[in-house]
Structures are given as structure tokens and as C-alpha cells.
């Protein structure tokens, strides 16, 4: 594992925003594994500040979000589906058929877990994958507890992330259920880059860097990977 420590926000987004281009130049046809939250907003605004310059930069790349909540049309300002767009989809050339997010309306929800499974199969696996950290350690939305070997699924949330993020659902039904990749299913990334920043999360940067690798605390999967860098804003 790999930590660079970042001078602050600013610093982390674009160190971020440049791995991703960096990759996406050198193999266009790339893979990658997307996050959401509030801590890659500042990535995704610097990518798509770089890529108006840089016309097509995202014609050939497929991606993956790691999770979506269940029950939330994608149209609610509050799926991962309107931050996606907001943030990144709408303002680079990415081809709609290639941004693949989990359907949390899907009827039979472990169906669309398998075959969201699939379809990252299909694609040729996670070139490089970037991670938010929860301030429990979360991981996707793969909670304490949750075993390593785990794949694409439904999960409950817990209080303490719904809680979290409970400002987009003003009418304050915050999901109870989302889907999310497993934490075997991101393992599998060829890379990882995790975004360790923003408002209290440095208990949870101080736990992974204890390099202690325990399920009750989801991001310490990450030492068992060969290629992971944290961006820490400390
Ligand atoms: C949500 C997402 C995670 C994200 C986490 C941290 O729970 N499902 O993927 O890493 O929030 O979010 P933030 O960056 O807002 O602290």
C-alpha cells in the first residue's frame, strides 16, 4: 500500500483526477470502478475541467459505480445515478451504454446483482477502481462486519450512513437497502486508489494505517491488495 499524504482538498482531488486521466491516456479502453459520496466530487469537477480541453477522453471507457440505493428512482435527486450524472456523466463523452450503475429499482434485486457481477466480467474486470472511506471504515456500501469474500448484493445500511447521508432525501425517507460490489468484487481491481479525505475521517485513516486487517473494519481489506494507493488528506 501506498500513501501519499495530500496538502489538502485540493491537493487529493487533483493528484486523483490525474491517475484517472493518466490511466484512461495510456489504455483508452479502460475499466474503471467509480465512487460517489462528497469526498470525489472535487475529482470529478477537475477530470471534467481536463477533458473539455482534451475532446473524447472518455469514448472508450467503461465504468462501474460501486453501488447504488435501492428503492430510489434515478431520477430522485438523491440516487447515485443523478450524482453521477451531475457530477461526471454529463459533461464528458462517455457512452451511456458503458456507465453502468446497479438498478436498485431492478424487481428482482439478486438477479441484478448477478448480473452486475457479470457485466463487469464481460468488460474484461476492474482496470482501476477509486474508493471513498466511510467513517466507519465502509467500503462501497460493504459496512463492519462485512466478509471479505463478499460479492455484489443488497445490503442494510446502517444508522451511522444513513445519517451520513441523509441531506439529498429532504423528505427525510433516507434508503434503508442499497446494492453494492462486494469487497472480493473490488479486490478484483487490477488497481485501487483510495480517497481517504474530508470531515472526520481521520479516525478511520489512523485505524487503516494501523495496518490491522480486520472485518470490522472493511477498508483494512485493502492491505491484502498488491496495488493500492491512499490519498490521504491528513
Ligand atoms: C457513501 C458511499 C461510499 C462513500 C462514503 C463516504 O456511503 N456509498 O462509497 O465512500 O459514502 O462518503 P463521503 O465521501 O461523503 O464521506
Request: aromatic share 8%; net charge negative; glycine share 8%.
Amino acid at each position: 500500500m501506498q500513501w501519499i499524504a495530500c496538502n489538502d482538498y485540493d491537493d487529493l482531488s487533483d493528484r486523483a483526477a490525474y491517475r484517472m486521466l493518466r490511466a484512461i491516456r495510456s489504455h483508452p479502453r479502460h475499466v474503471l470502478g467509480l465512487p460517489t459520496g462528497r469526498t470525489p466530487i472535487g475529482t470529478y469537477q477537475r477530470v471534467v475541467q481536463l477533458c473539455a480541453r482534451e475532446y473524447r477522453c472518455f469514448r472508450e471507457v467503461v465504468t462501474f459505480n460501486l453501488d447504488e440505493y435501492v428503492g430510489i428512482p434515478p431520477e430522485h435527486p438523491g440516487s447515485y445515478y443523478s450524482y453521477m450524472k451531475k457530477y461526471l456523466f454529463d459533461h464528458v463523452d462517455i457512452d451511456a451504454k458503458t456507465a453502468n450503475i446497479p438498478n436498485g429499482m431492478a424487481p428482482d434485486l439478486e438477479a441484478e446483482c448477478r448480473r452486475y457481477e457479470e457485466e463487469i466480467a464481460r468488460a474484461g474486470g476492474l482496470h482501476l477502481t477509486f474508493l471513498g472511506l466511510g467513517r466507519n471504515g465502509h467500503i462501497g456500501f460493504n459496512e463492519p462486519g462485512t466478509p471479505f469474500h463478499s460479492r455484489t448484493r443488497v445490503v442494510q445500511l446502517s444508522e451511522s450512513t444513513r445519517a451520513a447521508n441523509a441531506e439529498l432525501f429532504t423528505d427525510g425517507r433516507v434508503p434503508t437497502r442499497a446494492i453494492t460490489m462486494g469487497i472480493a468484487t473490488i479486490l478484483e481491481s487490477r488497481s485501487i486508489v483510495l480517497l481517504a479525505g474530508g470531515a472526520g475521517k481521520q479516525e478511520a485513516i489512523e485505524r487503516l494505517r494501523s495496518e490491522v486487517i480486520d472485518e470490522s473494519f472493511p477498508a483494512s481489506a485493502l492491505w491484502k491488495h498488491p496495488d493500492v494507493t491512499v490519498l490521504a488528506q491528513e
